[in-house]
């Protein structure tokens, strides 16, 4: 894998706090999954930030984009 240059960053800031803001949800346990947070609690930290970033992306945050399956 090729380094990043210096002072180049792959996520912007946006995306740190929406990932931050997400992950307290969790933790605080109203963070929910599915469309318009309808489905269950949200219990791996894994998904907690991928919906961070989500959020971050519907904001127009810098965010890499999602790789293809």
């Not at 894998?1 to 995306?15: C, F, L, N, V």
């Not at 947070?37 to 965010?63: N, P």
């Amino acid at each position: 894998m090729p380094k990043e240059k210096s002072g180049h960053r792959k996520y912007g800031k946006g995306a740190g706090k929406s990932v931050e803001i997400a992950m307290r949800r969790k933790k605080h346990g109203t963070l929910r999954s599915g469309k318009g947070g309808k489905g269950g609690k949200v219990r791996s930290r894994r998904q907690a930030i991928a919906i961070g970033l989500s959020e971050a992306r519907k904001k127009g945050a810098r965010v890499p984009r999602k790789k293809a399956a």
